[in-house]
């Protein structure tokens, strides 16, 4: 596929446009994001107050599941580097999510709240590395902030439309957990429907003949300073933002009914979704470093009234907070891999990313169950904020290192 701008004889003065095969994207994502939050939404409450889990418990699913999907990424993008193929991977991994979604109603104990969250996991994981690297490249590096940002934004359309669903069924059911769990998978479905008939990707790349499978050290050295350092960032940033099941756990510590706790999430896809894609735009014209430490200075606020919020206002302060540090830094964090990952090994590099985030996210699940258990949602949350005043630490002492862009 020609990319305005960088192909064959285009005027180098020539306007860069963003490809169609992102608002696709964007699309499913929107999809699978509204399938997933009305699941994930209710879910935490579901496993305590239905199936009698423990809050340790909860941390550990939360934390095996993304610890699960972070490790498929980087063989899923690995894969697709090797095949010169983005596409069939993606098109598994939202398949089998969407097929996944149909043991969640069938759950009668945690163990299998958790078999369900890991194999949705490994779906997500297959798919996001190949995706990532699919939008890049079809993205000049000029607007590659622009292109994550959009997609962040449309999926987080999803995840404000879907717990906004699962409320109005579950009064209108009388709280039938498991009657929202049934049709979270339609849109699932309709995700990968779309994907199929609406994602064209680029020509069959050409895999240079010394590529071998799996990765090689030489592999990792070609990857460069600027690509380690984003991935150390993100990896202290997921620390400190752990699971949002723990938001959702904090609304209804403060008193909210079930039926009503996904309205948190709501509120932080709703202002995620709004920050992301001027933020996207922002970090291709904006000094990237000062744009993370605002983020991880948002990020310490967030936990911060988290930890002292007692009533309804300020947990929706603080998901709000939240929201915001995620649309600030994501797809900052996305388009600086990008930029650092040469063109054969994006998909390698952002699964490297992906398993990074994720065994941080496993750590930091897992540690707020304990934590949740010893001192309550307080000293959650407080160390949250502690760990992500690291992340500001790690930026003002570490410079952000330049990345050579490249034109596609």
């Known amino acids: 596929m020609r990319i305005p701008g960088t192909g064959s004889g285009a005027s180098q003065d020539a306007p860069v446009r963003l490809s169609p095969n992102i608002v696709v994207l964007g699309v499913v994502s929107l999809l699978m ?164 008939f609406g994602v064209k990707e680029p020509p069959w790349r050409q895999v240079p003949h010394e590529r071998h499978f799996p990765i090689r050290r030489t592999d990792l050295t070609r990857l460069a300073l600027p690509f380690w350092w984003a991935v150390s960032v993100a990896a202290i940033l997921s620390l400190a933002r752990f699971s949002p099941a723990f938001i959702v756990l904090k609304t209804h510590d403060v008193g909210i009914d079930s039926a009503y706790v996904p309205i948190m999430l709501v509120l932080m896809y709703l202002v995620y979704s709004a920050a992301a894609y001027p933020f996207g735009v922002l970090a291709d014209r904006f000094d990237r470093r000062l744009q993370l430490g605002i983020g991880s200075v948002l990020l310490v606020a967030a936990d911060l009234v988290l930890a002292g919020a007692d009533n309804l206002w300020l947990t929706a302060l603080g998901a709000a907070l939240w929201g915001l540090q995620m649309g600030v830094t994501q797809g900052l964090l996305s388009a600086a891999v990008a930029d650092a990952a040469p063109e054969h090994l994006r998909g390698t590099a952002f699964g490297i990313y992906d398993l990074a985030i994720g065994i941080a996210t496993f750590f930091a699940s897992a540690g707020a169950g304990v934590l949740w258990t010893v001192g309550g ?25 330049v990345a050579a862009r490249t034109s596609r």
């Open 33 to 196: 994001g509204m399938s997933s939050a009305m699941i994930y939404g209710l879910l935490p409450v579901f496993l305590v107050t239905v199936l009698g889990a423990s809050m340790t418990s909860v941390g550990v699913i939360e934390g095996l599941a993304e610890a699960t999907n972070s490790l498929t990424k980087i063989f899923s993008g690995v894969t697709s580097d090797w095949i010169g193929r983005r596409k069939p991977l993606v098109l598994l991994g939202y398949g089998l999510s969407a097929v996944n979604k149909l043991l969640f109603p069938l759950a009668g104990a945690a163990s299998a709240v958790l078999l369900a969250r890991v194999v949705d996991r490994i779906g997500k994981g297959i798919r996001d590395a190949p995706r990532d690297a699919l939008l890049t490249d079809v993205t000049p590096s000029k607007i590659r902030g622009a292109g994550f940002g959009l997609r962040l934004a449309l999926y987080t359309i999803g995840a404000v439309a879907g717990p906004l669903i699962a409320i109005g069924l579950m009064r209108l059911s009388g709280d039938d957990f498991r009657l929202v769990f049934w049709v979270a998978a339609i849109p699932g479905f309709a995700s990968v429907a779309v994907l199929y």
């Open 377 to 401: 949602p307080t000293l959650t949350f407080s160390v949250g904020a502690a760990v992500a005043a690291a992340t500001v630490l790690l930026l003002v002492l570490r410079p952000m290192p």
